[in-house]
């Protein structure tokens, strides 16, 4: 691997930073990283963002396939060269934003990818909702964050951190930390510390979709005001509801109505979620 700022000087480049481009410089910890992320040679991996190729040719080395999609075109033939130069051949670089990719072009509920980022920040919780609403297509995501949104993203209800991220990601998958990565194994070197995590999805869909819905639609309502009660965050324009509903939903979910979102398990918000969905006036997706 070269070394980032190498080829950024000689082929007069800049980091960008509205793209979170941070490279990792440090090709010990990218081995590290792919190693926790348990890459087995049956797995095909969609990479988010390979930039220069310092997690992707180390992942070619285990994977069975690797679709690379890569936003900032002036990467794309450095990429390349950095997959030649380690004799790669299992890689198809993809120059798209993320946010434009079909993920069902790659995969298929029978066939689902490993995802594996080390994510601009700016774009991290984005980038989770998308692979959320296509986990059919998704078994598991490794995924580098700043350090404290990684930790939020784990963070157990009753906790300071626990908030809407943590309620919806533990909702459908266990999230665990594998390792932490310090800013100075980037170039350039970052503000923030970083952590990789793991995102394994459920099998099962619990919930009907219009349900999964509304409920990511309770969480963020509770969420939205944190420091109110239930019965005050839940009552308003959001989900439609009428405050007399909220609570007698909020009772017949047996939730004291003056306890606050950040105390609520998943199973709580599920319970809310099926006592409130028959209540709601004039349900619009408005997300
Ligand atoms: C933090 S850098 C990581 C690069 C490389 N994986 C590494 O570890 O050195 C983030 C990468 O994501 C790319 N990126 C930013 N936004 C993107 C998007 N919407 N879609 C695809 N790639 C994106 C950036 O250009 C950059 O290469």
Redesign the pocket.
Known sequence: MTY?GTILKAFQLFA?KE???????DPNM?KHIVAVARISSDDVVL??????????VHLAEKAKKIYA????HR?IQHLKNELAAADVSNVEVLN????R?NIDTVASPENKLVVL????YN?SSQVLFKLVENRSYVSRAVL?FQKELAERICAPPGSRTYGRLSAVMQYCSTVKILTGVSSSL?FPKPDVESTVIEVDFFDRQEISYDKEVFLFKVIKAAFSKRRKTLKNSLTGEELAISRENVEKGLNEANIDPSRRAETLTVDEFKMLCEALYPLRAAFKDNS
């Open positions: 980032p960008k793209l979170g481009q941070n490279f990792l410089a990218a990479e988010i963002g390979p930039g220069l190729g310092a997690l992707t999609v890569e936003k900032d990467l798209q934003d993320i946010f990719f980022g080390n994510l601009p774009i580098m980037f």
